[in-house]
């Protein structure tokens, strides 16, 4: 099964799909922007986009690579991505799910209030440098509030831990007991968090150069 997690940037997707991992024993969490970076990282300038989802070779790796690691891995595939365009979600979650491929979509909906909260928390105050990601909120919001399917969870005053355990229901997935103590669940979530922060930090500046 692939629990893809959808929302808002800064919605909580990552936390949510790492903190899924630990308690889903053959779990792998595989996050799409990479292929975004890599493909920045090895094509000429001139071949960006601003947004890396609107290139085609994103999108066809992606779905590709999902397709394999569905046919290859026989655990639960983790995805924690924001895909809000219509026509793209066809193109990658909407075509897995045709060819037979099982998909629990799961919107963690939040108010654009607590989306920036959020945000100015992972960024330490400094909202300037998710500035991609606050722009997105509108357009985010609006996919969720109109036409997007799956499971939806109103993640506004909800936990962690609450997130996860619905997730864990909603697919009839067997979790393990969280038997770390809060000191420990906290310094696994900052970790997680400041890679988050990293990868926006780089996306942020390729924003700007465009």
């Known amino acids: 099964m692939i629990v893809w997690l959808n929302g808002a940037f800064g919605a909580g997707k990552t936390t949510a799909a790492y903190e899924l991992h630990r308690r889903l024993e053959n779990s792998f969490v595989y996050d799409p922007e990479n292929a975004g970076y890599f493909l920045r990282k090895n094509m000429p300038e001139e071949c960006h986009t601003p947004d890396f989802q609107d290139m085609v070779l994103w999108r066809s790796f992606n779905y590709q690579l999902l397709k394999e690691l569905y046919e290859t891995y026989n655990g639960t595939i983790i995805v924690p991505m924001t895909l809000v365009n219509p026509a793209y979600f066809q193109e990658i979650v909407q075509r897995l799910t045709d060819e037979g491929v099982p998909i629990l979509h799961v919107i963690l909906y939040a108010s654009r209030e607590t989306v920036l909260k959020r945000l100015k928390k992972r960024s330490l105050g400094r909202l300037g440098g998710e500035s991609f990601a606050v ?63 990293r990868g926006w930090s780089i996306t942020s500046r390729l924003q700007v150069r465009k």
Request: aromatic share 4%; proline share 3%.
């Open 135 to 197: 722009e997105s909120i509108g357009r985010c919001l609006e996919f969720f509030d109109r036409s997007a399917p799956g499971v939806r969870l109103e993640t506004d005053h909800m936990t962690v831990e609450q997130v996860v355990e619905r997730i864990g229901r909603e697919g009839g997935l067997s979790l393990l007991p969280d038997k770390r103590s809060w000191l420990a669940r906290r310094a696994a979530r900052l970790k997680t968090a400041a890679a988050h922060i």
